[in-house]
């Protein structure tokens, strides 16, 4: 699976301890990152099987056994796709924030046929099993509503909707163990004195592109480290010390 959409990120780099102390990153790297925490594993460990990003651990056998169990072994209620293919809980988000990078992972199709109210029935709960619309006014009566108005005043338009976690204007901090918080208006200087940075002229500016390979390997190295830039950016990287 191919991904078009790339986004560019500022890392800091201090080239004597080969670290990256930060990244400055607009609001489509926040995105993602936040973005991550809507996704179950199971579509989470199915993006990266397809995309050959290895080492997702115990994780990934569980996965393994899952995908290569006969069916006879699954009861009756439960099917291979929920696992391998499970849907994100909350579809009105998936639809309506959710970022370019992150709708390519994939999930189970809903049904036309299944219970809208299905998720939130409790034991011994009656759930309606009429369809919403039939709640839903006609079109008639909506028009005539509408013909009968002597305001003149036109509806009020609808909000627009901003996709997203984050506001856009802002430059945020991305530390490399994924902390995020709003850039500091301290000076640059003042900021790499107090995160440690003692030889001043040994930091250097790198840019470089998160594509859907690089977001998958940031989220599985975030699963093993606390390190996460330096691990997945440097070593690509060649230092001029």
Do not use: W
């Not at 929920?82 to 390519?104: G, W, Y």
């Amino acid at each position: 699976m191919a991904s078009t959409k790339k986004i560019l990120i500022k890392l800091l780099v201090d080239n004597s301890s080969r670290k990256v102390l930060f990244a400055e990153a607009g609001k489509d790297f926040v995105d993602f990152l936040f973005g991550l925490l809507e996704f179950p594993l199971g579509s989470i460990l199915a993006l990266m099987f397809e995309q050959g990003v290895s080492g997702s651990g115990s994780l990934g056998k569980i996965y393994e056994s899952v995908k290569n169990l006969d069916n006879d072994y699954l009861v009756s209620n439960q099917t291979r796709k929920s696992l391998l293919r499970p849907r994100i809980a909350d579809v009105a988000s998936a639809s309506d924030t959710k970022h370019t990078l992150l709708k390519q992972f994939p999930q189970q199709e809903h049904s036309n046929h299944s219970n809208p109210f299905q998720h939130d029935q409790k034991p011994g709960q009656f759930v309606c099993s009429l369809p919403p619309s039939i709640f839903a006014p006609s079109p008639q009566i909506v028009s005539s509503f509408a013909g009968s108005s002597t305001t003149g005043v036109p509806a009020p338009a609808p909000p627009m909707v901003v996709e997203g976690y984050v506001k856009g204007v802002v430059t945020y901090m991305v530390m490399d163990d994924l902390i995020v918080k709003p850039m500091s208006n301290i000076s640059s200087i003042s900021l790499l004195c107090s995160i440690g940075v003692q030889n001043l002229s040994s930091v250097e500016e790198k840019t470089v592109e998160v594509d859907l390979d690089k977001g998958l390997k940031l989220l599985k190295a975030s699963f093993e480290s606390n390190t996460v830039l330096t691990d997945v950016f440097l070593p690509t990287m060649r230092f001029t010390i």
